[in-house]
């Protein structure tokens, strides 16, 4: 039993996600931080989440030129229920070596040229703060990985 679990600890993930975000980066006793962190851990073995903070959305832009696939986070974007954002990611992701880069942009928006290269997704119709955002994005990767696996998390 020790064994399993120890082997089970140190297991790579099939997956990641990197969440780009322009924006302050929260104090890890922050509840945004602590709930990414609980989706995080609930998906160990299966895909890592990590994010990356950007000051500017200049900054942002600039990275996220050089990243492929990118999904941002556009009001203009795809609307999309749980099952068809799982069916999205996975897909994503098999395309993309495993691996995928999701933004959520700076409060002025993406440039046009990001928009046209990019894949675009909406959360909603509602407008979040980033940090809203954020964690969403984490429960929505996590509700993914669920349906993928068959689980009743989904109900």
Not at 28 to 46: F, I, N
Not at 102 to 121: K, M, N, Q, Y
Request: net charge neutral; aromatic share 8%; charged share 25%.
């Amino acid at each position: 039993m020790w064994r399993a679990l120890s082997l089970l600890a140190g297991a790579t993930a099939l997956y990641r996600v990197e969440i780009h975000i322009a924006g302050r980066q929260p104090n890890k006793k922050d509840w945004e931080a602590q709930a990414v962190d609980e989706y995080a851990t609930r998906l160990r073995g299966t895909v890592d989440v990590t994010t990356t903070w950007y000051k500017t959305g200049a900054s942002l832009e600039k990275r996220l030129g050089a990243l492929a696939p990118v999904v941002c986070l556009d009001p203009r974007g795809e609307k999309a229920d749980s099952e068809r954002f799982a069916e999205l990611l996975f897909d994503g992701l098999d395309a993309g070596g495993s691996r995928m880069h999701v933004a959520i942009g700076p409060a002025e928006g993406f440039s046009d040229e990001l928009r046209r290269s990019s894949t675009l997704l909406s959360l909603s119709e509602l407008t979040f703060p980033h940090q809203v955002a954020r964690v969403l994005l984490a429960e929505q990767i996590y509700r993914a990985a669920e349906i993928r696996r068959g689980s009743g998390y989904h109900k």
